[in-house]
């Protein structure tokens, strides 16, 4: 992106920010073609370019105010509002959300192997991840709303009762991880899964409590009803649903 400096014309300064728009917006789409990996390596750049338009958008404003260009600049500062909103969702759906303060000192914690507050965690990293998979604990991680594909993949390295319950969905890709988990898992909050999740989670080894399942397809009910591990714990209304079709 260009840093040019602004103009004195609102006007002219209001189109030199809507170029730049344009440009970044190409930049975004490039981003979201990027690998998972990328996407960590890249996501503050781009972030900062967008901040830093929304910036220089607010203090256009300011000056349309006096010069009757207001409705224009309100156009670009809602246009680039969406873009962010969607560029935010895009990194939490493939790196998960950011840390919060609380979670960056757990994060320490564990390093320092002592793992006693891992249940507060509200994120987690692939470090964090893997470290936890090391230990044959029972771990509650029940705060996370969010793992990633790569997380998941850690996480199934793990050996021992392992509760996901604040999860309400999953990936296919994460679902198959944590199908290779080995000891008990619960993943009590998912409210539905899709056929191809139905099925690898169908594979587990162990005890699986989905019990909060408000729906599933035929296909996955299917799939549950040849359910290969130790024990599977549905909901009764889902549980109903599976014995019909064994």
Do not use: C, W
């Not at 840093?3 to 917006?25: C, G, Y």
């Not at 409705?71 to 809602?78: G, H």
């Not at 993949?153 to 991880?177: F, N, P, Y």
Request: no cysteine; aromatic share 4%.
């Amino acid at each position: 992106m260009s840093n040019l400096e602004l103009q004195p014309d609102t006007e002219s300064n209001l189109q030199t920010l809507e170029t730049e728009m344009i440009l970044t917006r190409k930049e975004i789409e490039d981003f979201k073609k990027l690998s998972k990996e990328d996407h960590e390596k890249h996501k503050d750049e781009i972030f900062s370019k967008l901040k830093d338009l929304q910036s220089r958008l607010d203090q256009s404003i300011q000056e349309a105010i006096q010069t009757g260009e207001i409705e224009n600049a309100k156009k670009l500062k809602k246009q680039l509002e969406k873009e962010v909103q969607e560029l935010e969702s895009l990194i939490e759906a493939t790196v998960g959300p950011e840390p919060t303060n609380l979670d960056k000192v757990i994060f320490q914690e564990i390093r320092e192997t002592e793992y006693i507050n891992a249940y507060r965690l509200t994120t987690i990293t692939d470090e964090i991840a893997e470290m936890l998979a090391e230990k044959k604990f029972r771990f509650q991680l029940d705060r996370l709303t969010h793992i990633s594909d790569s997380v998941a993949e850690r996480l199934s390295k793990h050996e021992g009762d392992l509760s996901l319950d604040g999860l309400t969905s999953i990936s296919d890709v994460v679902a198959e991880h944590l199908s290779h988990h080995k000891g008990n898992l619960s993943l009590s909050g998912l409210e539905t899964v899709s056929d191809i999740a139905a099925k690898h989670l169908a594979e587990y080894s162990g005890v699986l409590e989905i019990y909060g399942l408000i729906s599933i397809s035929d296909t996955a009910t299917k799939y549950f009803g040849e359910y290969k591990g130790a024990k599977l714990l549905l909901s009764k209304t889902i549980q109903t649903q599976v014995g019909k079709n064994r």
